[in-house]
């Protein structure tokens, strides 16, 4: 069984920042795309940024230049360092991660960000 364990949550002012980490755990043979994704109440759950194996990396719009998506394969661990967050940026963060050829999820973390 493989499981996402996401960590690095928490309530940061408008301004700040917070890394967020997401450790693959379990039997596995291979991770090829990680991510993380968002929601926020009421809303719909959305990407926020990928990596792929290979480090090609993709942004939602509304992140760019703000959020850094790195991962460590050696430690099947995908990282998001926030920056200059937003009271927008508040949501829950979900990772995701594709092991051994399927989709999995984390259970997810609260990011809240006051004004």
């Known amino acids: 069984q493989v499981q996402l364990v996401e960590s690095g949550g928490g309530l940061v002012q408008a301004g700040g920042s917070l890394r967020l980490s997401c450790a693959a755990s379990g039997l596995i043979f291979s991770i090829n795309a990680m991510g993380w994704y968002r929601q926020a109440p009421g809303e719909r759950r959305e990407l926020v940024a990928l990596i792929s194996r290979g480090g090609i990396i993709r942004y939602a719009d509304s992140v760019k230049g703000r959020f850094t998506i790195s991962r460590d394969n050696a430690k099947n661990t995908v990282y998001l360092q926030m920056s200059s967050l937003k009271p927008e940026d508040t949501a829950v963060y979900y990772c995701?991660?594709?092991?051994?050829?399927?989709?999995?999820w984390g259970q997810g973390t609260q990011v809240t960000v006051s004004s």
């Open positions: 995701n991660a594709d092991v051994n050829g399927r989709g999995y």
